[in-house]
């Protein structure tokens, strides 16, 4: 596939997936709002391979990543996802500081909206601190992954990988495994496969499972084996653990022989089976390197890829609804 600006031009056009201002959360959005963001992904994923990557769709807006905790991948890519749609781009590394967060997070966004932005991208260590901030701010905010919350980006990108893998989303098993309690992107992921009919399956530890988790719409399994048996995709999250209070599992070695993915616990899911993980990755922890590196079954440089395209799609479309609001 060819991208023209024209043919993206006319997909943006007719498309406002957006009833909201901002990307707060994987749940926000309906089937039809997630599929046209998906093609209009699609369009980019073309555009990104060829030789000219740019277009004029954001020209003269301001996108502001502001990011409290570290990045590599996230920020990268939303900071080339909006360069390549023209816009200009400031990278604010605000780490937490010894201030109070609550009084911090708003006293930047107010200095921050009166320097006028239109899109604020926010990661931030505190669960909702995206959505204060876009009730103090006069611009678009997209959550880049707030506290144990929601990463809806990351969804959207997973959705966009296994879409082009699979042909479709609908009615393939997807099993999210390891970290299950500490993960923005497990919360996200179940919220928007659900919405996209996939069955969805969370894999892991008593310990690192949340009390809720039964009633995210997954099914919950305690047996690694049994809870990856025949699913089409297996997405592997990182033990986050910077984020664990007291010790939730006995070693990094113990939880690889029971949780981590090799090609003997691999062999349990379907035939052509692919493998996820969000990044960033602990290599012999929650995964072994022969699989995460193995092309005819890793997705994982793929995601990357596709994060880019994706972050591309949400720009663009929040873009389009400022114009016409
Ligand atoms: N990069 C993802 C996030 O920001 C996953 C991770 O950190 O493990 O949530």
């Known amino acids: 596939m060819t991208a023209t600006a024209q043919g993206i031009e006319a997909i943006t056009d007719r498309m406002f997936p957006f009833h909201s201002r901002h990307l707060l959360s994987a749940g926000d959005l309906n089937a039809v709002q997630a599929a046209d963001l998906l093609d209009l992904a699609d369009q980019f ?16 807006r301001t996108l502001m990543n502001l990011f409290f905790e570290n990045s590599t991948r ?8 909006g360069k390549r749609l023209g816009a200009d781009v400031v990278n604010m590394n605000a780490k937490t500081s ?30 909702g601190a995206a959505a204060l901030l876009s009730q103090k701010v006069g611009c678009s905010v997209i959550n880049a992954g707030d506290g144990q919350h929601e990463h809806p980006t990351q969804a959207l990108l997973d959705a966009l990988s296994i879409r082009r893998a699979f042909g479709r989303v609908s009615g393939l098993t997807v099993a999210i495994c390891g970290d ?29 499972m949340p009390s ?10 305690h047996d690694f084996r049994k809870g990856i048996a025949g699913a089409e ?10 984020r664990m209070q007291g010790a939730l599992v006995p070693s990094t070695r113990e939880y690889f022989r029971f949780w981590g993915l090799d090609r003997e616990k691999l062999a349990f899911a379907a035939p052509g089976v692919r493998v996820m993980h969000p990044g960033p990755m602990n290599r ?6 022969e699989v995460a590196d193995d092309p005819e079954v890793s997705l994982i440089q793929n995601q990357v890829e596709m994060g880019v395209a994706m972050r591309m799609a949400v720009l663009a479309s929040l873009a389009a609804r400022l114009e016409n609001a």
Do not use: C, Y
């Open 74 to 81: 996230t920020q990268s890519s939303f900071e080339l996802a």
């Open 284 to 289: 012999g922890v929650e995964i072994d390197s």
């Open 98 to 127: 010894s201030v109070a967060k609550g009084e911090t997070l708003i006293d930047t966004a107010v200095t921050l909206n009166a320097m006028r932005p239109d899109l604020l991208v926010v990661r931030h260590s505190s669960s």
């Open 233 to 242: 995709v297996v997405m592997m999250l990182r033990l986050q653990l910077e």
């Open 180 to 208: 299950i309690l500490h993960s923005r992107v497990a919360r996200s992921n179940v919220a928007l496969l659900n919405t996209l009919g996939a069955h969805v399956r969370l894999v892991g530890p008593p310990t690192l």
């Open 212 to 221: 809720a988790a039964d009633r995210w719409g997954a099914e919950v399994h």
């Open 45 to 60: 994923v073309a555009l990104n391979r060829q030789t000219n990557k740019t277009l004029d769709l954001l020209k003269g």
